[in-house]
């Protein structure tokens, strides 16, 4: 009798686990088998670094994801809602609180960078603006095309000729819904980002270099010649030459790296200073190499999907000329962590945005130490 009783739930059970196996995945992912993950030695070994940065809570997350920093030490920042907002510098404290400066749209702020002194360029997920401090206005310069609208604006860069170069780092998804876009291609793991060229004589939008995986930060090279580009699911940084003889070219400049990429700024030292939105996982790499499994995963409720250890962001300091890791700086209390953005300010000093811990950072780098390690 008790088996009868059983038999009703157990079948209720097996159908619905029948048809949840058959319901469609959201996401197509691709087998990537991943090199290792490289020991944290050396260059790469972790240290208290981070615990001299200068932390400033500035709101909830999405706040500060991209940052700016004038020459006279403002720090511009951007919020989930829209608001560029600006910090002065030198005085922040707990009782200190960032004044609004202009609403762009209502769309989250990602990206910011310097036009002119007193014009900065803005990325929402699907649009490219102006704003001009002095006056307060925002111009639209490219909202993409109708063939090929933006998915998910990142980060700028702006060269010396007011050419703006910026990064759409996935047009797969609709990154300005509430769906996690970014999550789905960190699964998926296929090329679907593009690095754009915006250029201010014509007014018009341009791919530079389309097929590449998950764009994030970029910066232009200290000869202007190329693009440096962080594939931030892929531990990669590219290097596209946009000038020169080897212009249209595209090359790795520094792989296999110990954790996420994301932000890129150059110190005028000769270093690329990148911003790690945390270490390497684990179970990302476990996805990547079995998408069959990811597939299944990525239908389970948040609540039942397997989670890692508290993210550990850190910052990464690379030769120019080589690429070669030169030293890191960590947080051995986790409180920094999915670093977005890095931009140097007056002074040789470091700014950070965190994507999700609403926060602004200050921090001063040393000189580096150790020797320098391949990539």
Known sequence: MIFRY????FGILVTFLILWLMWPSPIDPVRWDEAPTPPLTAAT?????????????VGGAG?????????????????????????????????????????????SIY???????????????????????????VETLSAG?????????????????????????????????PRPGYFYDMLE???????YAWNPRTGEAAPVRDR???????????????????????????RIWIAGPRSGEVEIFAKNLPGIPTGITLDGKGHVVVAMATRRSRLLTHA???????????????????????????ILRLDETNGQIRDTFHDPDSAINYLSSITLGPGGVLWFGSAFGGVVGRFTPPEYTQQPVDP
């Open 288 to 314: 990547h190499r079995h998408p069959g499994l990811t597939r299944i995963l990525i239908k389970l409720p948040q609540w039942l999907r397997p989670n890692e250890a508290r993210p550990q962001g850190f």
């Open 212 to 238: 590449l995986y998950y764009p994030n930060g970029i910066a232009i090279a200290s000869d202007g010649q190329s693009l440096l580009v962080s594939e931030s699911f892929r531990y990669t940084i590219r």
């Open 45 to 57: 070994e972790p240290n208290d670094a981070l615990r001299a940065a200068d932390i400033y809570p």
């Open 111 to 137: 990206g910011l960078g310097w036009i002119d002194e007193s014009t900065l360029a803005v990325t929402t997920p699907d649009r490219l603006y102006a704003l001009n401090l002095t006056s307060r206005t």
């Open 63 to 107: 706040v500060a994801r991209g940052i700016a920093v004038s020459p006279d030490g403002m720090v511009y920042f951007g919020t989930p809602f829209g608001d560029i907002m600006r910090l002065r510098a030198g005085i922040a404290d707990d009782s200190v609180r960032p004044e609004r400066v202009a609403h762009i749209a209502d769309a």
């Open 145 to 177: 095309s109708t063939a090929a609208p933006f998915g998910n604006l990142t980060h700028v860069a702006v060269a010396d000729d007011g050419t703006v170069y910026f990064t759409d780092s996935s047009a797969r998804w609709d990154h300005t819904s």
């Open 189 to 195: 793991n296929r090329p679907n980002g593009t690095v």
């Open 6 to 9: 059983l038999a009703i739930p």
